[in-house]
């Protein structure tokens, strides 16, 4: 029997295009995660806390103490990823209330950044520098945790894991490439960037807040 167009399909073609389908799904999926993960991380409002943490660190110290705060952050990040969710079911919360409550603390943190125009420093020890404070918490800090946490009960846990770990990575770079960042945004705009990455946060915090009103709506009306 002849094939119909329409009807069938050769079978490579088939199969490439259920390929090509897949991965199109996948990396929107990715994007879904990396954007907001991207906006949580806020690298480029990070970056002047790191220039002061740092500025009389040598060049090759200076490396470690990025490669370490990479490692740490990611570790931190992908482990509550993968293991806050039984948590979280332990004590009986929901995804629901998760996103309301994490939402509400992501616009705290959002708030707070946009109104006082200022990241908390704090007191940073020279040998667990890249540990604490900058892997935790000025790359993986509360905003990133929840972040991750809510996606992954939207798109999955892999594709936020691949979005954290990318989203680190492009952190570290950015530490790397600190001096000529600087120099070429200046303060001025090194806090316009930062305002935008709290603003876009907040306004992904209302979004999640809203998201889990609603499946809690819909749990008590089921």
């Not at 950044?113 to 404070?133: F, M, W």
């Not at 979005?163 to 303060?187: E, S, Y």
């Amino acid at each position: 029997m002849p094939w119909r167009y329409g009807v069938h399909r050769r079978p490579c073609t088939a199969l490439a295009s259920l390929s090509f389908g897949t991965a199109g799904k996948e990396m929107k999926e990715f994007w879904l995660c990396f954007v907001p993960l991207f906006v949580a991380v806020d690298a480029i409002g990070v970056l002047p806390l790191f220039v002061s943490l740092t500025e009389d660190i040598g060049g090759a110290r200076k490396q470690t103490i990025i490669l370490q705060s990479v490692i740490t952050a990611s570790l931190v990040a992908v482990a509550f990823l993968w293991f806050g969710p039984a948590l979280l079911g332990f004590l009986g919360i929901s995804v629901s209330d998760f996103m309301v409550a994490g939402g509400i603390l992501l616009l705290a943190i959002s708030l707070s950044d946009l109104l006082t125009g200022e990241k908390r420093q704090r007191q940073a020890d020279a040998d667990s520098l890249g540990a604490v404070p900058i892997g935790i918490p000025l790359i993986t800090g509360p905003a990133v945790l929840t972040t991750c946490i809510l996606l992954a009960s939207i798109h999955g846990r892999w594709v936020t894991t691949a979005a954290i770990v990318v989203n680190i990575a492009l952190a570290g770079l950015v530490f790397l490439a600190a001096d000529p960042i600087t120099r070429a945004l200046g303060r001025t705009g090194t806090k316009t960037a930062s305002k935008v990455a709290s603003l876009l946060l907040a306004a992904i915090a209302v979004m999640l807040i809203r998201r889990g009103i609603v499946g809690i709506l819909a749990l008590s009306g089921s």
